[in-house]
Structure formats: structure tokens, C-alpha cells
């Protein structure tokens, strides 16, 4: 567990005090006050709203002060990082480390160092994948949980994201879109500031990760982006198992009534308004209770997956639902689809489990299980809702039943 130094506690001690400061401003004039250092600008001058003469040369002392401070507060905390700077200790980098605390004196007067120390403390110890950019997007700040995300490696030091564009992770059009807002926010006090947004992220490997990504403007003398990364792939894959549980039915595979009547509402309300077609069928197991009695339970289960899978394959588009409607009775929607179409589709359903045979299951050859089903036609404002068209299909299956089942019935 790392421990803060004295120094870091005071440090950030100064940024939460800084930070409410730069934020709560002056109520009176409406004013940012902004006092990190004796040479930035006056108080009552907006940060945002400075010469370019003054941005570039602020920029580049600021470039250089960010990474001698995130040198300097890593060398602040003995072992407990893997950076290239510990090896400050050494004797041949002993020079180069004492070079990197006269700088960071020197620029810490000029720019107010105590507010970027702080904020680079802060970076290196949240418990988040955070990043600091510049208002180019070039990244100031990183830490390890950053470079274990964006580089995909535990073992990088978190410099090695130090200079590149952050803009670079992002994939269109959200890049666009963020460089127009840090160009903006350049411009006009306007900062680029957001809570969490989801995103998609291009790593360094070449794949892409949804993230969620919340942006805050710190309003100092150069504007910095303080960018919080949070990887969403295990919660994507958690909803996505989750979903796929409340949708689906577990013995068949297929959509569950669920789904069915959503897709029904959906591709009615959809077929309505462009004068499309929809049909739904209805698909009824005969004699399912004599199967069960004879073969049992265990088969009767083995027998409707055989069957879903029958009903499955002869579906003609993607479009189509197929759905375990209830026990021993399955559904489609058939967006786009006319009375000659949803007949073709029922003959092929009843030609594929008249074909069946059960010997893979351990039955003998003789054993066959024939369906009954109905279908109705939704073409020229015919049925008044969703609902009057499924009744129509219902009322199909049962003459088809009644009718002396294994055969195919059209409401007229
Ligand atoms: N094995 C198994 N059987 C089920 C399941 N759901 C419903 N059943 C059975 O399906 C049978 C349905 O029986 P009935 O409603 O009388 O219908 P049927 O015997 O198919 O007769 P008809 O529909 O009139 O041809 C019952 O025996 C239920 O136990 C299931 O998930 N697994």
C-alpha cells in the first residue's frame, strides 16, 4: 500500500483548496480567480482570455514543468514505483535528478507550481485511469492506470503517453467533435467540461474498448483537461449476458413472449406507417402430453430443441422473430411479409419436422411428432391493432387442430 509523503499530503491538501478557489471564483464580478503563482495574470483577469504570445511561451515552461514534477513526485516515494526516473538513485542518473529539482524550482515559481505539483499528485494517485491534456490535446499528465488501459501493458512507464495526442485513442466522430471543443475552448471562456459520456476508445494494439469518459476543465493560466477513463468492456459483457438471459428462452435458444410482443409492437407500429405488410404464424406441437407420457420429460425437452431448431432454419430473413410463445407453442413476426410468404415459410417449418427423427436422442425410428399452425396477414388495414392480428392467427391454429392437426390453416 503506497503511503503519502508529508509533501503529496500538503500537496493535495493545496490542489482541493486551489481548486475551490479557481471554481468559486469571484461572486461579485463573476471573475475567475486564479493565484497559482506571482507571474500569472492578476486575479481579476480571465485565465481563458489570454495573448497568444503568452500561451505559447507558458506552454512550453509548462510542458517542462509538468515533467520534471511528475519526476520529482515520483522520486518522492521510494520503490513503490516502476518509472524510469527511479533509477534516479544511480549514480550516473544522480546529475540528471538534481538537474530535475533545480528545474522544477524554477518553474514552479513561474507558474505556480504548487497547483500543477498538486494536480500531478492527484493524477498519480487516483484510483482511475486519468490523463492531463493541453488545449492541443497533447497528453501533460498520466498515470499507471492510464497506460494500463490506453497502452494495454502494466509494465510501461506511465511517460510513455507524455506528448502523444490524446486525440489519437479517439475514434470518429467523437474525435472531431473534441477537437473543435478544446479549440473553442481556446478561444472563448467556455471550457470543455462533461460527466461521464460513453465512448469507444482505439488502442495502441489496434482494438477499440467502450469506456465511459468524463472531461474537467482546469481553469489555470494555459487551460488543462483533466480526462477520467473508466473501461466499460466488463460491464458491456456483464449486460450483454444479462440481456441475452432475459430475452432469450433457455431450452430453445429462441426469443422468449418477451421479446415476441415487443417485436410484435415494434414491426406493427413500423409496417403500419409504410403501408408494409406483417404477418404473424403460429406454431402448436400435437399430442406434446402422449410424447412426454411415452418418452418422458427429459425427451419431451430434447424434442422442442430439435423443433426450435426446425422452425429456426426455415425462417426467410433476419427481420423475422421467432419466439417459444409459450410450452409447446412458438410464434413469428414476419415484418414485411405477406400472405404468400408467411404460407411458404409454414411449409417449410412443417416439411423440416416431418422430417425429423429422434434416434440421436435415443428413440426408435418409428417415433415422429408432427405441429399444427395458423398464420395471419396484416396488407390492407384488416386488423385494427397487434393484437386483433395475433387472435386471428390463434384462431387459424385452433381450426387447424380442430381440423385434424399436422396441416397449415390461413386466417381469411
Ligand atoms: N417436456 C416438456 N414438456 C412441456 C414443456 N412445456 C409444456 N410441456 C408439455 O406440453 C404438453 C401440452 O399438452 P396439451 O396442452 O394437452 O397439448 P397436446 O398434448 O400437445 O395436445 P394438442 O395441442 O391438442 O395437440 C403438456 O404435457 C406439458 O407438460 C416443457 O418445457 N418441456
Request: charged content about 20%; aromatic content about 6%.
Amino acid at each position: 500500500m503506497l503511503e503519502l509523503t508529508s509533501t503529496a499530503e500538503n500537496q493535495l491538501t493545496q490542489i482541493s483548496q486551489v481548486n475551490m478557489d479557481m471554481f468559486i471564483g469571484d461572486t461579485k464580478t463573476g471573475n475567475i480567480n486564479c493565484q497559482f503563482g506571482v507571474n500569472e495574470l492578476p486575479p481579476s483577469t480571465n485565465p481563458l482570455k489570454l495573448e497568444p504570445q503568452f500561451l505559447s511561451n507558458n506552454l512550453a515552461n509548462h510542458t517542462i514543468s509538468n515533467r520534471a514534477i511528475s519526476n520529482q513526485t515520483i522520486s518522492n516515494h521510494t520503490g513503490a514505483h516502476t518509472n524510469s526516473s527511479t533509477s534516479a538513485n544511480t549514480g550516473a542518473n544522480k546529475a540528471d535528478s538534481n538537474q530535475v529539482n533545480t528545474d522544477v524550482n524554477a518553474t514552479e515559481t513561474k507558474l505556480g507550481g504548487h497547483a500543477l505539483s498538486s494536480l500531478s499528485t492527484l493524477v498519480e494517485h487516483i484510483m482511475e485511469a486519468m490523463i492531463v491534456v493541453d488545449e492541443f490535446g497533447n497528453i501533460q499528465m498520466a498515470n499507471r492506470h492510464a497506460v494500463s488501459l490506453l497502452l494495454d501493458c502494466d509494465k510501461t512507464s506511465a511517460n510513455s503517453l507524455i506528448g502523444q495526442r490524446w486525440q489519437s485513442y479517439l475514434c470518429e466522430p467523437q474525435k472531431s467533435h473534441y477537437q473543435q471543443m478544446i479549440l473553442e475552448s481556446r478561444l472563448e471562456p467556455r471550457p470543455l467540461n462533461h460527466l461521464p459520456n460513453e465512448t469507444t476508445l482505439n488502442m495502441s494494439n489496434g482494438q477499440t474498448i467502450d469506456v465511459e469518459m468524463s472531461v474537467t476543465h482546469f481553469p489555470m493560466s494555459e487551460p488543462l483537461f483533466g480526462i477520467i477513463i473508466r473501461d466499460l468492456s466488463k460491464y458491456r459483457a456483464e449486460y450483454q449476458q444479462l440481456y441475452k438471459w432475459a430475452s432469450t428462452d433457455c431450452l430453445t435458444n429462441l426469443s422468449n413472449r418477451r421479446v415476441f410482443d415487443a417485436d410484435l409492437k415494434h414491426h406493427w407500429k413500423t409496417c403500419i406507417e409504410q403501408g408494409d405488410p406483417i404477418s404473424v404464424l403460429i406454431i402448436d406441437i400435437d399430442h406434446f402430453k402422449t410424447f412426454n407420457d411415452n418418452h418422458g420429460h427429459v425427451m419431451g425437452d430434447r424434442c422442442l430443441q430439435k423443433i426450435a431448431n426446425a422452425i429456426k432454419s426455415a425462417l426467410p430473413n433476419e427481420d423475422c422473430t421467432a419466439a417459444r410463445y409459450g410450452g409447446e407453442e412458438f410464434a413469428l413476426v414476419m415484418p414485411n411479409c405477406n400472405t404468400e410468404e408467411v404460407q411458404q415459410t409454414a411449409q417449410l417449418i412443417q416439411q423440416n419436422i416431418n422430417a425429423l427423427t429422434y434416434m440421436d436422442i435415443g428413440l426408435d425410428i418409428s417415433v415422429t411428432v408432427s405441429v399444427s399452425q395458423g398464420h395471419a396477414s396484416e396488407i390492407n388495414g384488416q386488423f385494427r391493432t397487434a393484437n386483433a392480428l395475433l387472435c386471428a392467427a390463434d384462431t387459424a391454429l385452433y381450426r387447424a387442430k380442430a381440423e385434424g392437426r399436422n396441416r397449415i390453416n390461413a386466417c381469411c
